[in-house]
């Protein structure tokens, strides 16, 4: 069963396991309402959940199928081009046998890919309810695990995309020329759960600079997942200014929470 904030359908790039519990950056964001009026920078683009709630932005990632992905959706033509690949190629219905089919052909248009190769990956990425499993060489790793393909609301997305200053960008968040920052600027990253100590070390680090530099940022994170809380992160933010979304009041074995991490 799948946890809630998990949800593997969203028609923006789901991310399981990466995701907000529903609700939550509703929550959060009514909290900090001004968050909406600035320039974003998302150093961990996944889902694009907080970046395309801004009135611009920047999305870095070291996946480049994430980025070629975030670029077909901001395509005028996004959701027509899925819709007819997925006639075309799965014949309107998913099988095992034709998942891996078109998954062992994907893979190789992937060295040269089309528009139309990556709204195929988007349909591959469905039938594997969203898992995003790439290898070393970028080639899709998912297996299948199917749910139902739903474009409804990537032309009511998009059209923000299109009338908006989104940038894309592949890369380490590192990569991040800070020259660029105004202050209208908010720098924003999404901790996965669970994450390797080495990298969020890392990662508190470059933050902790970005506050000495005095540079407004954003972190977000599952603080609790199935009654089990993250102890680095929670003991990290205590520096911050921290909204927890929803509060956790008793232990408990199936409890989720969602942490806000600002400097400002």
């Not at 994430?66 to 670029?71: G, R, V």
């Not at 100590?197 to 990662?203: H, I, M, Q």
């Not at 609790?224 to 927890?244: H, K």
Request: contains cysteine; charged residues 25%.
């Amino acid at each position: 069963m799948v946890d809630a904030g998990e949800s593997l359908n969203k028609p923006i790039l789901p991310f399981p396991g990466h995701e907000l519990i529903p609700g939550s950056k509703q929550q959060f964001l009514a909290l900090k309402s001004g968050i909406k009026g600035r320039y974003i920078y998302d150093l961990g683009l996944s889902t694009g959940d907080i970046l395309y709630e801004g009135r611009g932005g920047m999305g870095i990632s070291d996946n480049r199928r994430i980025i070629q992905l975030h670029d077909l959706i901001k395509k005028p033509y996004a959701e027509d081009l899925i819709k007819e690949e997925f006639e075309k190629t799965f014949k309107g219905k998913w099988g095992k046998a034709k998942f891996y089919r078109i998954r062992r052909d994907t893979n190789i248009e992937l060295k040269n890919p089309t528009r139309r190769t990556i709204a195929k990956l988007y349909c591959l990425l469905a039938a594997s309810g969203f898992r995003h499993k790439f290898d070393s060489y970028g080639n899709f790793k998912g297996e299948y695990f199917p749910h139902p393909l739903d474009t409804t609301e990537i032309k009511i997305n998009n059209k923000k995309l299109i009338n908006s200053d989104f940038l894309l960008k592949y890369g380490k968040y590192s990569s991040l020329d800070k020259n660029l920052l105004t202050n209208n600027s908010l720098v924003y990253f999404h901790i996965p759960f669970p994450w390797p100590t080495s990298k969020k070390l890392e990662l508190f680090k470059y933050f902790d600079n970005l506050e000495y530099q005095q540079k407004d940022f954003l972190i977000t994170s599952r603080l609790v997942n199935r009654g089990r809380m993250d102890e680095m992160l929670f003991d990290w933010a205590g520096n911050y200014s921290t909204i927890i979304i929803p509060q956790f009041k008793e232990s408990s074995l199936y409890s989720s929470s969602d942490i806000f991490i600002t400097n400002f």
